[in-house]
């Protein structure tokens, strides 16, 4: 699958640098493995946490 990095927006949104669907972390405070949208692998490597 196609490994994609991802993006933070000027409003603080972290999105999928592939398709732009927006990714929002689970209960556990957990950031999706993969874009929910078009499914490519997600890596956060770019992004500050
Ligand atoms: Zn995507």
Redesign the pocket.
């Known amino acids: 699958m196609k490994i994609?990095f991802v993006k933070m927006t000027d409003y603080g949104v972290t999105v999928?640098g592939?398709?732009?669907?927006e990714l929002v972390c689970d209960d556990c405070g957990d950031m999706p493995d993969k874009?929910p949208?078009?499914?490519?692998d997600l890596d956060y490597s770019k992004i500050d946490e």
Do not use: L
Request: charge should be negative.
């Open positions: 994609v999928c592939n398709c732009g669907a874009c949208d078009c499914g490519c």
